[in-house]
């Protein structure tokens, strides 16, 4: 299901576009079970821009078929908004590895959907989103297990992890995103979305009634509208990919600069993630011959030394995703007299500062964002 050369992810997605998109509003809550036709499967590689949300875009929308795109359009926004309002409530990532208690997971409950998404999610690193909505509900509401439990135990096994989408879509299934207002699966809908595959009926608890505290909104931190970089003076230019932006460069070939570049890999304790992440990476640097692999800062650090770098340009760590802006870092490219810079690209910086409150107002931006983004 998850291909790990860009050539095959792009042939997918123009397979996918001219097959399913036409349908994809109309079909996209059903779980029809793996391979997931009806939907893009493509979280693993939008989370590491290995594609750009750009990219996609350009190949699977085109004017004449913009209309039927809107559905597909706006979910594409969906992680672009999680990780906008995460980056003005930068507390709730950090409430959250507060309170993650590391609770033993459910073994097998019984409940045969619950176990099958389980396994499912192990085997393939995947979850349809609709199921993604079950499991969690079933996890907190029927097993009562915390929802932290939850997303670590996603965490440890999506191919997908972002910590934006993961967190707040476990707090909204909660009832802690929309104050009180918890998503609560229930065996109908369960029946109905995946085709009679499962019915539940009699096994989940379908009524909850919750009773949290207002949040305090004084605590949002608006998104600053971040200076555009100057891609003037940008002499003895490197660039690192890592798990954060790994097309970052495109960015500069575009703009025909010279460059050297690395790439960041680092370790993930589940097998079948860390096998994805490391092949995703290999297809770059077989793409791209003069580029390296480091493996940790000290590998960084040599190799910014061996190339005689002066400017360093980094993909920009939102909310959770800190990998190198950190003060020992900075601190080395300071003595090395090495400028650096984290790099916000424009889909990000355009569409952040309107994440601060609910999807509904973020999304009448989206026309906007999208002729901003020259779709
Ligand atoms: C409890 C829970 C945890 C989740 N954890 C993650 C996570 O760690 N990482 C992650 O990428 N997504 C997460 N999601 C969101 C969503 O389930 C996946 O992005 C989606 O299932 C990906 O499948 P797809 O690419 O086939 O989606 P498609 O339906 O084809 O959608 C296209 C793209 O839109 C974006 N998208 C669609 N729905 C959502 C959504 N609800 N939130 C954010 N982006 C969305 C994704 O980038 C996706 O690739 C979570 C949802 C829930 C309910």
Redo the contacts with the bound molecule.
Sequence with gaps: MFPTTKSQLIENLINFSEKELAS?SKK?NFDFGPP?KN??????Y??TRFISEEEVLKIAVNKKNIKTSEK?IE??F??TY?RGWLESHPWIYEEYLNTSNNQPLPRKTGIKCFDSWKEELIDTG????HS??W??SIWIFTLGYSWQS??DF??KN?L???PA??TL??R??AGLQTINKPYVAKSDNISYFTNGRFNPNGQLIEKVNLNYAEQNSSNVFPFMRHNKIEFKNFNNLGIILNKNDLSLNHIFDNKKMTYECCVYSTEHETKLVNEFNKNIILDILNNNKNFEITENYNQIIDWLVNKKIKNLVLPYETVGNNIFNVKNFKNKLKQLNINYNFFLRDWDRNAFPYATKGFFKFKKNIPNLINLADI
Aim: proline share 3%; glycine share 6%.
């Design positions: 994809y996209r997931h939907v893009s499967k493509l979280s693993p939008l989370r597909f979910e594409i969906w992680r999680w995947y979850l349809h989103n993604r909505m499991f969690a939850g997303a996603f965490k999506l997908d992890f972002c989408s993961n879509g476990w909204w299934v």
